[in-house]
Every structure is written in structure tokens, then in C-alpha cells.
């Protein structure tokens, strides 16, 4: 019985001894796994950060060519007040006009900028057959959809 016991008292510190060398490797298999991780995560955020820039490049040369365009069109007043760039300066007469404006904006900013890309980039499209990844203001809808390769940066890789 008592012998039988020791046996078995053996054996469970063998097993323990291979369980902590077990634990161990594995310890050391997650830092490696936390450390390749931490240097995806590090990658992930710069790219991030960099594809947030190109987005709001983006964004503001459809803002830009909106203005361009819904002018020539002879449209006053953007569909959406982030439609266009805003203005640096603004003169006093226009400030009644900015009160409204900042109502305007401030809904708009549920949007994120990729979504305001998304809508100002299909704005831009059905509305003046512009495409900003082309650069290329289109004869019509026939045009654009056998020449441009797609509504997103992406498609123009
Ligand atoms: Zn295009």
C-alpha cells in the first residue's frame, strides 16, 4: 500500500516535471507569439495610419473637384456642406451662412471619412462622370463604366 502509494507519488512528480517543461516551452512559444503579434500590431497601426492618410488625401481631392465641377455647373451650394473644401477665410458676411453650416457639419460627423469618400465618390460619378483615381471627367455613363476600372482607389491599383 505505502509502496504502491511512493510509486504513485513518483510518477506524479514526473509528471509534474513534465508538465513544467511543458508550460515552459509553451511560455516561451507565447512570447514569441506575443512579440510576432506586437510587431503585426505596430505594422498593422502604420499601415493603418497610412491608409488613414491616403484616405483623407483622397477625400479632399474629391472635395476639391466636387467645387471645381458643381461650379462650372453652375451650383452655389454644395449638396452637403463637407461636399466641398472648407474655405480658410471666410468673409463676415457669410458668417449667418456658417452658423448653419456648423449645424450641418456637425450631423456629418457620424460619417467617417471613408464613408464621405464613398458618398462624394459616387456623387462625383453619377453627377459629373468624374472619376479623381482617372482624373478623368467622362462623356457619359457608358464612358465611365467601360474606362475607369472601379469606384474605390483600389480598383486602380
Ligand atoms: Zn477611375
Redesign the pocket.
Known amino acids: 500500500m505505502s509502496r504502491k502509494s511512493g510509486l504513485g507519488h513518483e510518477a506524479l512528480l514526473k509528471r509534474k516535471a513534465e508538465e513544467n517543461l511543458e508550460s515552459y516551452r509553451r511560455k516561451i512559444h507565447m512570447n514569441n507569439k506575443a512579440q510576432e503579434k506586437a510587431a503585426e500590431q505596430f505594422r498593422m497601426r502604420l499601415k493603418n495610419k497610412q491608409d488613414e492618410m491616403k484616405l483623407e488625401g483622397d477625400l479632399k481631392r474629391s472635395q476639391c473637384a466636387c467645387q471645381q465641377l458643381d461650379m462650372q455647373k453652375n451650383i452655389q451650394v454644395p449638396r452637403e456642406v463637407w461636399y466641398w473644401l472648407r474655405p480658410e477665410e471666410e468673409s463676415e458676411e457669410e458668417e449667418e451662412e456658417e452658423k448653419d453650416q456648423d449645424e450641418d457639419e456637425y450631423k456629418s460627423e457620424d460619417l467617417s471619412v471613408l464613408e464621405k469618400l464613398q458618398i462624394l465618390t459616387s456623387y462625383l460619378r453619377e453627377e459629373h462622370l468624374y ?6 471627367a467622362y462623356e457619359d455613363k457608358e464612358d ?1 463604366s467601360s ?5 474605390t482607389s483600389a ?2 491599383d
Not at 474606362?147 to 469606384?151: D, F, I, K, L, Q
Open positions: 472619376c479623381i483615381w482617372c482624373g478623368t465611365l474606362n475607369c476600372p472601379g469606384p480598383d486602380h
